[in-house]
């Protein structure tokens, strides 16, 4: 079973950038295809980036050049870079298996909390 432990959230003003990681154990971090999930309150947890192997990414409109995803396979690590931050970023981050029809999401880790200030 594979664990996520996400780190790297915290509060940061408007305009300001973070940079989260997401450690995952098990051996098949480096062959599946990762996404960056968020969740603000009262709201779905929506994907906002994707990485995919070959190094492929996809970004929700919404954090369009602003967010950079990256992996690093022998760290088992999955980051989110996220600069120009804004108010409405704030949330939970989560990182997963990018879910699909076929691929069932791993166990959610904790996530990490991002609060942007105005």
């Known amino acids: 079973q594979v664990q996520l432990v996400e780190s790297g959230g915290g509060l940061v003003q408007a305009g300001g950038s973070l940079r989260l990681s997401c450690a995952a154990s098990g051996s098949i971090f480096s062959i599946n295809a990762m996404g960056w999930y968020r969740q603000a309150p009262g709201k779905q947890r929506e994907l906002v980036a994707t990485f995919i192997s070959g190094g492929r990414t996809n970004y929700a409109d919404s954090v369009k050049g602003r967010f950079t995803i990256s992996r690093d396979n022998a760290k088992n690590t999955l980051y989110l870079q996220m600069n120009s931050l804004k108010p409405e970023d704030t949330a939970v981050y989560y990182c997963?298996?990018?879910?699909?029809?076929?691929?069932?999401?791993?166990?959610w880790g904790q996530g990490t909390q991002v609060t942007v200030s105005s």
């Open positions: 997963n298996a990018l879910i699909t029809s076929n691929v069932p999401p791993w166990t």
